[in-house]
């Protein structure tokens, strides 16, 4: 075992290249010749328009303003590569239609930023409006089901509904409603393109480099060995730079019409709409039970909204599909249509805004019982998968529950709500499950010793400051036998090997593997070499003897024997590289793989005022083998953190008068700061998943968002006696 | 931003005479001007750059009370040693506002300037505000107005003063002096801001060119016995749903003289006169704390969406006198 020890808490390999300002994100590479566009967004939600730029043309610096009316033609008018996630239904400026305030209807470029951004101001646009559906409420009588999710179906059953409702001896029926939310990674959308002939390089901030590829040279119709997507560095992403949007577009077509690199980087207010967002739900949950708490039947019926441009059905359905054994089940998903931007996946889809409504459900299904909340789920705990019947490949749940509740001391709870106090202020304890599932794509990977005796892996994937960088190179390091130090590991370029899209918690799962092969692969290559070498000491020795150990090639048997690695490596003439592929096997897919928590939290609420202060959480999880103990604290630490901005703060109000988000800036879309974070307690239960894939990881980016909306909202019940069902629980709703 | 052209000054009659041509605004912290350039809300023609006047300073007046230069900063008028002894409702409001890097930038007399966090009036794309372009309509009236005013506002104008300090200074009497081309004048501080009625793209009653020169307080009774208690949707760097500057002057457990302002509600801080003659002359109990606090909002007007903060206001009187008053 080398020093790199896979799981170990190393520091951040990128960290001081981070700290120090030396990390070049997207926007901040400076190709010569740079001009600068922005993006002109229509300020109507539905309609046509008609644009004048003759005054933008006029302005010092422009060098081109674009619209619909001059726009180069798209083949199929640019909707060639629609195919989400990576493709999406874009705005183009291939016509004069008008599908959502905000949308992009041009682009002016210019020697300077400023410059562009002065023009853009100087474009006259007129509209000629069309009415536009932007209420949810009204729109909800013509929902519709879409055809699919992302995973599984629209609708899906499990034995018989009805019958579980002759067996009900108790039975919830609550709404649940979460709003419009929008990602807001601190680093916005940024890209740089340039062309050079009909060969395109793009500096883009995105979560997948081959779909940014892919997307772009479809639209484009040119080969995608013609474009290479760049992006050592993401500034967050949280699923909206899942997709390639129109700005990404916009900046290459800008770049071709003025000859000449150009950079678009999208204002805060531009994040609010035309790069998608968290769709708004109303989930109806319907639970029944026994009086000894086990469930006879769950009904959980979604309808979320979508753009007219294209279905995207937040899947708040799914946990429900997994997380309670229950013989019979139902579960819809319906969309409606409203004209706002195409929304999309935002951390933790389905399972952050599903498992509100979930463990809001469970909560208020224990207190019809008088049943502890923590029993109610051990008693519901799901062997297997119950929509599925299948075995899950590890599951640890029950100690995640026991250990959770001891470190939080959930039996020191009376359950009476309004029952705890600390002198003008109410005290609650709410708890709840946390999940997402796991997933892997096929990924590849390679690995190239150098002659100083170091090693290059590369994998054209991502790292959105989850610590990719990092966890990858502990998994080469510990591959190849190097110390950490003695191995880089490159991503972020469709010039290596091709990887997903860093979505879905699924790098490490996915991209580990293909790593793992690729260092295996050329660990063999350098034994076998060594074997043959004349000069070297273990010439001779069959190669299942020799081992790579923290930098040294030895044998393992027999007379001691060995040398560094950097001398055999300094005799070769030429890098000795390998390349390792991974994907999900059949095997796998017999199991259903799934990550889960217990979150439990304390909440103080003034009684005056309804002000609510989260005075702790603590969750254990159990999530797979770690990677990294340290990069993977931080992540779920993260992940609660977004899951207390989602249960108290976040909802982008969208007037629907005009279809325009009124609180379109951070100043006003409120975050957690750092006085509304104190203490969290997070621990993971120890787990090696082989069974989903060798690495034994399931991925930890999403599930730490997960249930903290509804513990806190649980909590906010056992502390006042109000049930809010409705995000984010404000203090006017606990007044 | 629109392009301005930009004068910087080092004497205050080279700022006022600076500021002759049309257009010109007075920059100093810039924490909100600047914003408000960049979303072309304002388009000042010409910048007069004042954060060279000698206009930073906190000085003791003769009659034990405190000026304070125009130009001092909200983090050293909030830690000045005068200020917390003197006027400690006044420190926690500054410390109630904005964040530490805003703070370090921002002046006093810029926070007495600083415009409305209205939605609708910072985004440019919603055509309707008054406030910005006079006759456009209120988008807000009949829009989300969860944060707008319950108290004082016009069928033109329904925005709030964000401002924190500004509460304060209006329960500590504080008088603004201000200096012209005509020379200089004092004025209340209770007649600075102004209500929106039919010009609410008038924030204050400051004459075209007036510059602030300093905020001066009198000698106060007020600071053994008071409190700033600011309400927000998250524990910091957010705007009051509500918040009240309540003091007490008890010096022989009755109640001599008293001050409740409220923030956040209305088109500049809303002195509750009413409200206070509920509690001079009595003791601070439970009894008039509750006849104070109905009394602050007898005159509430909430919108659609912002009526919990009839409610909201009522409370936060009763706590912030209990906090002033020591009563736990």
């Not at chain 1, 700005?247 to 690199?261: C, N, Q, Y």
């Not at chain 1, 309670?324 to 399972?351: D, I, K, M, W």
């Not at chain 1, 990977?445 to 994998?459: E, K, M, P």
Request: charged share 20%; glycine share 8%; net charge positive.
């Amino acid at each position: 075992m080398s020093e790199a020890g896979i799981g170990r808490p190393i520091d951040r390999v990128d960290g001081a290249l981070k700290v120090t300002g030396r990390a070049q994100f997207a926007a901040e590479f400076a190709p010569s010749g740079l001009a600068y566009a922005v993006v002109v967004q229509s300020s109507v939600p539905s309609g046509r328009f008609r644009v004048d730029t003759s005054e933008a043309r006029r302005r010092p610096g422009v060098l081109a303003v674009l619209s619909y009316e001059n726009a180069p033609a798209l083949p199929q008018k640019g909707r060639a590569a629609i195919n989400p996630p990576a493709g999406r239904t874009l705005s183009l400026l291939q016509d004069d239609a008008i599908h959502y305030n905000g949308e992009p209807i041009g682009v002016v470029v210019a020697e300077t930023f400023e410059q562009a951004v002065d023009a853009a101001t100087a474009v006259v646009v007129s509209y000629s409006k069309t009415a536009a559906q932007l209420d949810f409420e009204k729109a909800k009588s013509s929902a519709y089901r879409p055809e699919k999710l992302t995973r599984g179906p629209a609708d899906l059953s499990w034995g018989d509904v009805d019958a579980g409702l002759r067996e009900t001896e108790a039975r919830i029926d609550r709404i649940y409603t979460t709003p419009m939310e929008h990602h807001n990674p601190m680093e916005p959308h940024a890209t740089i393109a340039q062309w050079e002939g009909d060969r395109l390089t793009l500096h883009d901030a995105t979560q997948g480099v081959s779909g940014v590829r892919q997307t772009v040279a479809k639209i484009f119709g040119i080969s995608a060995d013609n474009v290479r997507v760049i992006d050592p560095f993401v500034g967050g992403g949280f699923g909206c730079k899942g997709s390639a949007w129109s700005h990404v577009v916009l900046a290459a077509m800008a770049a071709k019409e003025v000859g000449r690199p150009v950079k678009l980087v999208l204002s805060r207010p531009q994040m609010f709409g035309p790069v998608g967002g968290r769709p708004q739900t109303e989930q109806r949950i319907v639970l029944g039970a026994r009086r000894d708490g086990r469930l006879t039947l769950v009904r959980h019926d979604v309808i979320s909204h979508t753009s007219f441009m294209e279905d995207f059905a937040e899947p708040s359905s799914q946990p429900t599909r997994a997380l309670y054994a229950c013989p019979n089940g139902a579960t819809t998903q319906r969309l409606v249509q409203l004209n706002v931007g195409v929304p999309t996946f935002q951390r933790a889809p389905g399972e952050s805004t599903g498992t509100f409504a979930t463990e809001c459900a469970m909560d208020e299904l224990a207190y019809e019982l008088g049943i502890d909340p923590l029993e109610l789920r051990l008693r519901n705990y799901a062997e297997v998968e119950p929509s599925s019947g299948k075995q899950w490949s590890s599951k640890r749940l029950r100690e995640c529950y026991r250990v959770a509740a001891e470190r939080f001391g959930w039996s020191r709870r009376n359950p009476k709500p309004r029952s705890m106090r600390d002198g003008r202020s109410l005290i609650g304890w709410g708890m709840g499950t946390a999940t997402y599932p796991a997933h892997r794509m096929p990924a590849s990977a390679s690995a190239h010793l150098l002659r100083d005796g170091t090693a290059i892996v590369r994998s054209g994937t991502q790292d959105l400051g989850t610590g990719t960088y990092t966890v990858m190179t502990q998994i080469a390091a510990e591959t190849l036998g190097l110390p950490v130090e003695r191995v880089r590991f490159e991503l972020g370029d469709t010039a290596f090997p091709a990887a997903p899209v860093s979505g879905g918690s699924m790098t490490a799962a996915s991209v580990g593997p293909a790593v793992q092969n690729a260092c295996s692969a050329l660990r063999e290559k350098i034994i076998a070499f060594a074997i043959r070498d004349t000069a070297s000491p273990l010439r001779g020795i069959d190669a299942r003897e020799v081992a790579i150990e923290n930098g040294w090639i030895l044998s393992r048997r027999g007379k001691p024997r060995r040398e560094p690695l950097s001398a055999f490596a300094a005799r070769q003439t030429e890098t000795l590289e390998a390349a390792g592929e991974a994907k999900p096997d059949k095997e796998e897919e017999q199991f259903a793989s799934r990550s889960f928590g217990a979150v439990f939290a304390e909440v103080r609420i003034d009684e005056q005022t309804g002000v609510l202060r989260v005075l702790r959480i603590v969750a254990t999880y159990s999530v797979g083998r770690l990677m990294n103990a340290k990069t993977a604290l931080s992540q779920l630490q993260g992940g609660i953190v977004w899951g207390v901005s989602q249960a108290l703060f976040e909802q982008s109000v969208l007037d629907t008068r005009y279809g325009r988000f009124v609180n379109g800036n951070l100043a006003e879309y409120h975050v957690p700061v750092n006085a509304d974070i104190q203490k969290i307690d997070v621990t993971f239960i120890d787990e090696n998943d082989t069974v989903f894939n060798p690495l034994g990881a399931r991925g930890i980016g999403e599930i730490g968002i997960t249930a903290v909306a509804a513990v806190l909202a649980n909590a906010a019940y056992h502390a006042t006696g109000n049930r809010v069902r409705d995000l984010p629980i404000t203090l006017d709703k606990l007044m | 931003m629109r392009s301005f052209t930009y004068l910087r000054v080092d004497q205050i009659d080279a700022a006022i005479n600076g500021s002759s041509a049309p257009g010109s605004k007075y920059l100093a912290g810039g924490t909100n001007l600047l914003d408000l350039m960049k979303g072309y809300v304002e388009q000042p023609e010409r910048i007069v750059d004042i954060n060279r006047l000698p206009l930073a300073q906190v000085l003791e007046l003769p009659d034990g009370g405190v000026r304070i230069g125009a130009l001092v900063r909200n983090s050293d008028a909030a830690n000045h040693p005068l200020i917390r002894e003197r006027y400690p409702l006044l420190s926690q409001a500054f410390l109630a506002g904005a964040s530490p890097q805003l703070r370090n930038m921002a002046s006093v007399g810029g926070n007495l300037m600083q415009r409305t966090r209205c939605f609708y009036f910072y985004d440019t794309a919603f055509a309707a505000c008054n406030k910005r372009v006079p006759g456009t309509g209120c988008a807000a009236r009949e829009g989300f107005n969860r944060i707008h005013a319950i108290f004082g506002a016009s069928e033109r104008c329904v925005a709030t003063h964000p401002s924190d300090m500004a509460v304060a200074l209006a329960a500590l009497d504080a008088v603004v002096e201000v200096r012209g081309p005509t020379g200089t004048r004092r004025i209340p501080i209770g007649e600075f801001h102004r209500l929106p009625g039919t010009t609410p793209e008038r924030d204050t009653n400051l004459q075209p060119r007036e510059l602030i020169i300093a905020v001066d307080l009198p000698r106060s009774r007020f600071a053994a016995h008071s409190h700033y208690l600011k309400i927000r949707d998250r524990a910091s760097y957010a705007f009051a749903l509500v918040s009240v500057a309540a003091a007490l002057d008890q010096p022989g457990g009755s109640v001599r003289d008293v001050r409740i302002v409220l923030g956040g509600v209305a088109h500049k801080p809303w002195r509750v006169d009413k409200a206070e003659r509920e509690i001079v002359g009595r003791r601070l109990n439970e009894a008039s704390i509750s006849a104070a606090a109905r009394a602050s909002v007898e005159a509430a007007q909430p919108l659609r969406d912002n009526a919990f903060k009839v409610e909201l206001a009522r409370r936060a009187v009763a706590q912030a006198l209990r906090n002033a008053g020591g009563i736990t």
